[in-house]
């Protein structure tokens, strides 16, 4: 089991930018496949990105504006969000990939508790 924090969420203008940071304790993060997922009040959670040891993921709605990092030795991984948009507004969580399709949070573990993002018109 690994246990992920994550930090970096806040109130931020259209267009603006944020870096959430999702820290690992307890296990090498840079074995692992981590993912980014978001959940806005009353819907589900969405898939955002993810990054194994060879490929990067990215949902098409973030793709082109969101970057997806690991830093092996802060044992750290990096979601960098440009460009951020109203309908980016949500509470982002990262988790630990176990089985499965990368895009479907059931196919994870160890989530993390969520940085909220609130994005302004």
């Known amino acids: 089991q690994v246990q992920l924090v994550e930090s970096g969420g806040g109130l931020v203008q259209a267009g603006g930018s944020l870096r959430l940071s999702c820290a690992a304790s307890?296990?090498?993060?840079?074995?692992?496949?981590i993912g980014w997922f978001r959940q806005a009040p009353g819907q589900e959670r969405e898939f955002v990105s993810a990054?194994?040891?060879?490929?990067?993921y990215y949902a098409d709605s973030v793709k082109g504006r969101f970057t997806i990092s690991r830093d092996n030795a802060k044992n750290t991984v990096y979601l960098q969000m440009n460009s951020l948009k109203p309908e980016d507004t949500a509470v982002y969580y990262c988790?630990?990939?176990?089985?499965?399709?990368?895009?479907?949070?059931?196919?994870?573990?160890?989530w993390g508790q969520g940085t909220q993002v609130t994005v302004s018109s």
């Open positions: 988790a630990r990939w176990k089985l499965g399709s990368v895009f479907d949070a059931s196919s994870y573990d160890d």
């Open positions: 307890g296990r090498t993060l840079s074995t692992y496949t």
């Open positions: 990054i194994s040891r060879g490929t990067i």
